[in-house]
């Protein structure tokens, strides 16, 4: 069983893919296949739908989206090794999967209310200056991963660049309350805008000085909230101008 997961994770890294989430994922699934008893390579679809469900037993710690992020990468595994004919089917395509239901983050303003702060902030390019510039186009794209994918912001501020995957268009995300990691995905319109960042422009807006982590997408891991919140109130007061 771990010969051919680590095969697939060498498999991953030759074509250009990050192994992080396989290995997120296998790491809980093998959980379940050692309390269940259970073998990797003989595996129902009654197995696959059983492991969504135990899933969602673990007293609130999975949510439906993470549920969705972990099962993704396993469903991927089991294509490679039917491939490699080592199954015959896929058991995690015949499972019904569970939905996510839509909500707007709660740590970020109402529907209408974001309508109207990302159109603002879209149109940074009229800053006064080259620092409200820079902080009007920083506020946009952390909005703007905020809301598409319906994350934190401290969980924004713990997201590293090696974390992001702009070609699958996903991002790992690091739940500190839970301890536990999570596959978020960008729609194409965001993945085009951090492209851009990430490329381009973070280097130049980013203030990497004070104790600093360049690592970081954001490039700090603490008062992201304080300064966003400082920034929503300074466009909405503009706004109204």
Not at 37 to 44: A, F, P, R, T, V
Not at 187 to 210: A, P, Q, S
Not at 214 to 235: E, V, Y
Request: net charge positive; glycine share 6%; charged share 25%.
């Amino acid at each position: 069983m771990k010969g051919i997961a680590k095969e697939y994770e060498t498999h991953l890294l030759t074509v250009g893919k990050r192994i992080k989430g396989i290995r997120y994922s296998m790491k809980i699934f093998n959980r379940y296949l050692q309390e269940s008893n259970l073998d990797l390579q003989i595996l129902s679809y009654r197995d696959a739908q059983g492991f969504q469900s135990w899933l969602q037993d673990q007293n609130g710690r999975y949510l439906p989206a993470s549920i969705q992020s972990i099962i993704g990468p396993l469903s991927s595994f089991y294509d490679y090794i039917r491939k490699k004919q080592l199954i015959s089917v896929n058991p995690f395509h015949l499972i019904e999967r569970i939905k996510i239901p839509f909500r707007i983050p709660g740590n970020i303003p109402d529907e209408k209310e974001m309508d109207s702060l990302l159109n603002y902030l879209s149109g940074f390019t009229r800053g006064v200056d080259l620092k409200e510039y820079k902080r009007d186009y920083k506020a946009h794209v952390l909005c703007e991963l905020l809301y598409s994918t319906g994350i934190r912001i401290s969980e924004a501020a713990a997201i590293r660049l090696d974390d992001i995957d702009l070609t699958a268009g996903t991002v790992l995300v690091h739940d500190s309350k839970t301890n536990s990691e999570r596959i978020a995905f960008l729609n194409d319109y965001v993945k085009n805008i951090l492209l851009i960042f990430v490329n381009d422009m973070r280097e130049k807006v980013l203030w990497l000085h004070n104790g600093a982590d360049p690592s970081l997408l954001f490039g700090c891991s603490i008062n992201l909230k304080t300064w966003l919140n400082s920034q929503i109130g300074r466009a909405s007061c503009r706004e109204r101008v």
